[in-house]
C-alpha cells in the first residue's frame, strides 16, 4: 500500500518537475496511436456503415444486370424471380447511361427508373425532400453532395432538365462513383452518379437511343448464401450478378490507399516518437540514475526503480493511448466515409484496434524508458550519487581528425563524437520526415482520371468532378506528413537542446580558451547538421520505397524539399544553440562544480 | 563478557578500487566491532577509505574480502534485493550533499523510507511529522529542498534517516557542506541522538563532528591508526579553566 | 580578573552576591568553580588599592552580603586603561614543542605516540566543552565563551596533526636510512 503511494507520489513529482517531456510524449503518442486506429478501424468502418444503409434501405440480396442488347431480357429476370431460394424481388427496371450537368459540372450517371411506390426489396431511404414523381428526380446523397446539388435544384439529364425533388441513398448499388456496377452495353464502367426517375420518365429517356440494362434486385432466403445462389444460376443470356457481400466490399476500395497511408503513417510516427522521447530520457538519464542511487540508499530495491521510471513512462503512454483512441472516434466518421452514400455511425474502436494501439503504446513506452531505466538500476549505488557515471568514451581518432577542421566543425564532430547514438536518432528522424514529404510530393505529381469521367471530355464550359478519392487522401497523406514534420521539428529542437545542456560545461571552457559564443553555437548547428545530412540522402529512396510503384517522380521538388529540410534544421537547431551558447561561462562552471 | 550485541561487525574486510596497475586498496584488513547504542565517530584524511568503510558497512558497496555483519546477519553475500530490505530496516543514511529528492517537499522525503518499508500512509505521515518536530523544522513541511538552507536539508536528510528507527544511522561527512550555525544545529541534533542511545556512525575530518562520539577510530591508507574511547573519562577541566585570580 | 569585577562596576554601585552571579551568567560553566567568598576577597584587596568604596545599605549594618560596592575615580581610570589595553594571552605551545624534540633525540619515548596521547587528550577536552555548549539554555552568553574555547582547540588539535605528520616523516626516513 505505503509503495503504491510511493510509487504514485514520485511520478506524480516527476512529472510535474518535467511538463514539457510529460506533454512530448503525450502528443507524440495520441498522434501515434490516434493515426494507428484510424487506419486498422476504416475496413471494419465502412462494412458497419453498408450492413446500417442496408438494413435503412431493405436492401436486396442480389442485384442481377442484364445489358439490353436487343433480345429480350424478360424471360431471363422471370427465370430468376422464380428461383428457388428467392423470397422477394423488385423490378425488373431500367437502368439507362446517361450524362447529367448541373453547375456547369458534368457527370456520367446511371438513372434507376423506379416506381412511385417502392415495394419491399430495395427501399432507398429519402433523407430529404421526397421520393420520385412524373419529372422530378431524386438523386443520390454521395453524388449529390460531389456535384453540390440540393432539393429544388435543377438538372439537365442528357438533354432534358428535371427539378431535383428529394435526395436519397440505398444499398443496392456501391457508394459513388461506382454506383452503375457494369458500363453501357455490359462493358467496363467508368464510374458515374446514381438518379432515380419515374418508369416513364426513364422510358422516355432510354428512347434517345441511350444504352440500357435491365436490373432485378432480389432478396434470398439465405442472404448468406448469395454466393452459392449466384453459382447455382445457369442461364444463357450474360448476367452479371452483385452481391450485398460483393458491395460492401467495394464501399472500401474507397479506402484502399487510406489505409496504408494511416498505417504506415503510425508506424513513422511512432519512430519519431521513440527517438524523441528517447532523446529526452537520455538527456536526463544522469539525473535519473543519481535519483535512483538516493533511493537505493533509502532502501529502494532495484524492482521498485524500474517500476518508477517505467510507471512514469507507461502512464503517460497509456494516457496518451486512451486519448489517441477517443481522437480516433472522432474524426473516424469523415475519414471513414468519405462519401455521403451511406448513413449510419461507426462503431468506435474494436478490441483488435485496441489491443494494437496499446501495444504500439506500451513499446514506445518501454523503448525509450528501457535503457536509461536499466542503466539506472544497475549503476551501483556509491557511483550513483557520486554522479560519475557515464562519461562519453574518449574517440582519439575523430578527436585528431577534427583538429584539422575550422573551429565549428571542430567543435561539432567533438560533439557528435560525445553521443554517437545520438547523431544516429538524428539522422533518423530527418530520413522518417523525407520518407513521409517524398511521398507526399510523388502522390500530387501523379496523374490522375478523375471520377465519372467522359472519356472524350465534356467540351468547352463544363468540368467533370473533382477525384474525391484522391482529395481525401492527399488531405490525410498531409495531416500525416505536417504531423511528422511537427513531432521531427520537435525531436532536432530536442536533440540540440540535450546536446547543448549536456555539452554547457565542455562548451564553457572551449570558450575560456577563446572559442567565440557565434563559434560554440554554429559548432552545436554543425553537431545536428552532420547526422542531418545523410538522413536526408538516405530518406528519399526510402520514400519512393515505401510508396511502391512511381508513375512520375518529381526529382526537382524531391531535391528542393532536402534542401528545405536541411536549411530548417539549421535554423532550429540555431535557437537553442543561440541561447545555450550565450550563458555567461562562469555561471556555468559553478553550476558544473557546485 | 560484554552482553551488548555488536550492531555492525566487520572482520579482515578488505576493498579494492580499480584493478592492475592502477588498484588501491581503499580498505585494508580491518576488523571492526560497533555495539548497540555507541556513537563512533571515524577521522582521517581524505583518501583514507574512511567513506568506503562507511558504504561498506551499509551494504552500498561489496566487500572484495571479508565479512560485514549488521544486526547479527551477514550481508555482504546478500542479493542487491535483499540488500534494499536490510537498508530500508536498519540502515539510516546521511550524506554530505545531502541526496534528499528535489521534486518532493520535506515532509514527503521524510515519509519515503517508511513508505519503502510499506507501512501505511498515515503512519508514514505521522512518523514524518513527528521526526520533523524532532530536528526542529515542523513549519517547513511542505518546503521543497530547494527551498530549504543547507543546514536545513541536512537536517531533513537526518529525520528521513531516522524514519524506520533504524538500527544504526551512518553519516558520511554531514556538515562538509555547512556553515558553523548549521553544523552546529546538526551537532546538536547528533547529541540528542547519542543521548537516546542511538547507534551513530560519523564519518568526519571536522574534530567538532568526531568530538560528539563515544569513541573516536582514526583512519591511514585503508587502517585504522588510533582507537581512542573519548566518553566517561570527563576531568572536570573545564571547571577549572578560570579562576578569579587567574 | 580583578579588572573584570572592577569593569562590572562601571555600570553602577552593586552587591557583591549580584556581581558573583553575573560573573556565573556570563561564564556559564566555566564559572561553576568559582566559590561564593572568592568575589568577596577580590573586592577587599581591590578596595584596599583604593579602587572601590564601600558603602552600608541602610537597614541591616551587621550582614556583610549588604555592602554596596562602587568604584572610585581611581578605579574608573584603572577600567578606561583595561578597555584599551590590547594583551592577549600566549600561545604557549613552545613547551610541548620541546618535549618532542627532547624525546626524540634522546629516544626517550616516540614522539608520534606523544602527540596521539596528546591528541585523545584535546579530544576529549573539546567533547566536553561541546556538550557543555550544547547544553546552554538558548541565548545564554556563556554560548560564546564556550565557542571560543571549542575554535582554540580545534586549532590546537590542527597543529597536532601538523606534528603528527612531521614527525611520522621523520621516522620514516629514519627506519629508510
Redesign the interface.
Known sequence: ???I??VV??VL??V??HKAQAVMLLVAVIAATATMALGLSLGGASQTLYEQTREATAGPDVVALVPDLGSPVAPVMTLLAEAPGVVAHNGPYRVVYATLTAHRVASLVVVHGVAEKPGVVNRPLVTSGHWVRAGGAVLERGFATALGARVGDHVTISGRSYPVVGIAVTAATSIFPWAPGIGPYGGPSDGGGLVWLTREDTRALASQGLPVTMALDLKLRDPDAAQTFIEAQHIATRVSFRTWQFMADQDTVMLRTTQPILVIGSWLLSFLAITGVAALAAGRAAEQTR?A????????????IAAVLLTEYLALALLGDALGLALARLAEPAIASPTASRIGGVGGPTGTVIVATTTLAVAVAVLSALRPTLRAVRT???SA?AGTTRRPRHRPWLTALSALLPTPLLLGVRLIARRPGRAVLHACSTAVTLIAITNLLTYYAEPRWGFAQHRGGWGPGLSGLPDMRADHDSRLLLAVTIALIALATVNTLTLTWTTAMEARANMAIARTLGATPAQISAGLSVAQLLPALPGAVAGVPLGILFYGQIITFPLFWIAAAALAILLATTALTAVPARWAARRPVAQTLSAETG | MNVVNAAVRVHGLVKNHGRGQGRVRAVDEVDLEVPEGQTLAVMGPSGCGKSTLL?LL?G??RPSEGEVWLAGRRIDTLS??AL??????S?G?V?Q?F??????SAA?NVE??????????R??RRRASLLLERVGLTGRARHLPSQLSGGQRQRIAIA??LA?EPLVVLADEPTGNLDTTATLDVLRIFEDLRSAGQTLVIVTHDERVAATADRLISMRDGMFVDDTRLAGTGTGWLGGLIGLEG | MQDAVLAMLAKEPSHGYHLRARLQQSLGPLGASMNPGQIYVTLARLEKAGLVVCERADGLPERPDRKVYALTPAGQQRVAAWLTEVNWPKPDLAEFHLKLVAAAAARLADPVELVAAQRRELLRRLREVQQAALAEPAGSAAVLLLEGVVLRLQADLRWLAACERAWSKVDDEAEDA
Open positions: 500500500m505505503g509503495r503511494v510511493l507520489r514520485l513529482a516527476d510535474r518537475r535519483r542511487g538516493l533511493l537505493k540508499a533509502v532502501g529502494a530495491t532495484p524492482g521498485l551501483a549505488t556509491v550519487l | 558504504h551499509g552500498l558497496e542487491e534485493r534494499a530490505r536490510l537498508r530500508r530496516r540502515v543514511f550524506f550533499a541526496h534528499l529528492v528535489e521534486e518532493l514527503e519515503l523510507p517508511a513508505l519503502l518499508a510499506g507501512r501505511s500512509r503512519e508514514a528521513r534517516a524506520n
